[in-house]
């Protein structure tokens, strides 16, 4: 159950941080046909809902287990710190009059942590594709 909740909650965060959080008002986000990245990739939670048909064996379970809670160990305290920057970045837009200078620094500290987290999650994506077989990453694209 806790490999499942964790699993869940990365599905989220990984989909969150590489096409962004879909809004009511603005664009639909890429479909993986649409991103020739994304199209590449396999979120943790698309291998294991087809564990059965991939043949995932415990060897391979293991390995993306851990390989899952060591993004959310790495990703955690980022999450923590961009929430601060940001919050910051906001205080410093509500005053009446900004200042341009100190508003580009905070929105600097923002977008290099969004990088950190981003490269976070790439960097699981592309260790959880090296632990699928040829034929394992075939049958994941055709299931996709």
Known sequence: MRARNCLAVLAFVVAAALTGVARADGPSPPRPGDDPIAARLFPPELIM???????????????????????????????????????????????????????LAQADKVMELERQMKRSHLA????????????????LKALR
């Open 124 to 139: 699981l994506l592309v260790r959880l594709r090296n632990l699928l077989t040829d034929a394992q990453r075939a049958k």
């Open 49 to 103: 809902m087809h564990q059965q048909e991939l043949g995932i064996d415990d060897k391979q379970r293991t390995a993306i287990l851990k390989e899952v809670e060591k993004l959310q160990s790495t990703v955690l305290p980022i999450q923590w710190q961009l929430q601060g920057a940001t919050g910051e970045l906001a205080h410093l837009l509500d005053e009446p009059k900004v200042d341009e200078a100190k508003v």
